[in-house]
C-alpha cells in the first residue's frame, strides 16, 4: 500500500515563493507517475502538474512557467517548486501518485497566499 505524506505548506504574501514535498512509502517509487492537485472549499479538485516515471513533465496552463515538479527517486519525494505566488493559488494541496491499476492520494498540505 502506498503511503503519501505532503509536507511545506504555509502562509506566503502574493509573489512569493513555496516548495512543497511529497514522501511516499509502501511502494517501488521510481515506477510510479506523481501529480499535484489543489482544491478548494466547494471546487473541484483541479490538476497542476505531472511527472512521469521518466521524468517528463507537464503543466496545468494556469501554473505554467511559474510552478515547476521535479523527483527524488532516491529519496521517495516528490516536490512542488511555486514562484511568483498569487491569491488564487491559495488551496489545499494534494500529491496523487498513479500505477498500473491504482491511485493513491496524501492527505493535503494547505497554502495560502495572502499579504
Known amino acids: 500500500q502506498v503511503q503519501l505524506v505532503e509536507s511545506g505548506g504555509g502562509l506566503v504574501q502574493p509573489g512569493g515563493s513555496m516548495r512543497l514535498s511529497c514522501a511516499a512509502s509502501?511502494?517501488?517509487?521510481?515506477?510510479?507517475?506523481m501529480n499535484w492537485y489543489r482544491q478548494n472549499p466547494g471546487k473541484q479538485r483541479e490538476w497542476v502538474a505531472l511527472i512521469t516515471s521518466g521524468s517528463s513533465v507537464n503543466y496545468a496552463d494556469s501554473v505554467k512557467d511559474r510552478f515547476t515538479i521535479s523527483r527524488d527517486n532516491a529519496k521517495s519525494t516528490v516536490y512542488l517548486s511555486m514562484n511568483s505566488l498569487k491569491p488564487e493559488d491559495t488551496a489545499v494541496y494534494y500529491c496523487?501518485?498513479?500505477?498500473?491499476?491504482?491511485?493513491?492520494w496524501g492527505q493535503g498540505t494547505q497554502v495560502t497566499v495572502s499579504s
Open positions: 509502501g511502494m517501488i517509487f521510481s515506477i510510479l507517475n
Open positions: 496523487y501518485a498513479v500505477k498500473p491499476g491504482a491511485g493513491y
